[in-house]
């Protein structure tokens, strides 16, 4: 089975400071991982993915996460935050050799930028 | 994202109502999800189609019921409405490449009273 675990349900960070949003996974096998962000009364977003190469990954708006294989995590990281990005943030993966099955979400981690 | 659209944004309703949750994209994709979110549960899959002719059970299921009219609109349906199932509904959709994102439409946010 494959899950997704978010230990913070909240994140609060200053305005300008470096911000981490942290997700670890279980999957059997290698895993295909997403961040996705959830703005109030939208969708979601995607925002960025690891599928394989380079542990770095880099999306939209700024943000990036980095694939640790050791640490079963793919923490979702931005060098210096806005009041913008304060919204709801979830991890997702699917395995890799399951075919295109639907994502598995996290609960989701709310993030406050504050000014 | 505007491929993806879905009809109500808004829907209350009463015990016992049956509902209907329209899902309609533009992308061209095959796979179409149902998903519900409840404050600290995260998003839990309901039903997914990979084609017209195919629909898999997910998660929490029990309750719901899909139909896949084309390759365009997913509907689902809550065949008589209980106060549990007041939550935020979205569609999604995706292409066959198992590493590929799913798109998502804006939401619908039923309250059953």
């Known amino acids: 089975a494959q899950s997704v675990a978010q230990p913070e349900d909240q994140v609060n960070v200053a305005e300008g400071n470096p911000l981490t949003v942290k997700c670890t996974y279980s999957v059997s096998g290698n895993p295909y991982l997403f961040w996705y962000v959830q703005y109030p009364n939208r969708g979601l977003q995607f925002l960025l993915k690891y599928i394989t190469g380079d542990n770095l990954v880099k999306g939209s708006y700024g943000f990036e996460a980095e694939f640790n294989k050791s640490q079963t995590s793919f923490h979702l990281k931005k060098p210096s935050a806005l009041v913008s990005d304060s919204a709801l943030y979830f991890c997702a993966v699917r395995r890799t050799n399951s075919g295109n099955t639907p994502l598995v979400f996290g609960k989701g981690t709310r993030l406050s930028v504050i000014a | 994202d505007a491929d993806v659209t879905q009809t109500p944004r808004n829907r209350i309703t009463k015990t016992g109502k049956r509902i209907m949750l329209e899902c309609s994209q533009t992308?061209?994709?095959?796979?179409m999800y149902w998903y519900r979110q409840d404050p600290g549960l995260g998003l839990r899959l309901i039903y997914y189609?990979?084609?017209?002719?195919?629909?898999n059970k997910g998660e929490i299921s029990d309750g719901y019921s899909v139909s896949r009219q084309a390759q365009a609109k997913f509907s689902l349906s809550l065949e008589s409405a209980i106060p549990n199932q007041t939550a935020l509904y979205f569609c999604?959709?995706?292409?066959?490449?198992?590493?590929?994102?799913?798109?998502f439409g804006p939401g619908t946010r039923l309250t059953v009273l």
């Open positions: 992308k061209g994709h095959d796979r």
């Open positions: 999604a959709t995706s292409d066959f490449l198992a590493g590929t994102e799913q798109f």
């Open positions: 189609s990979f084609d017209v002719k195919d629909i």
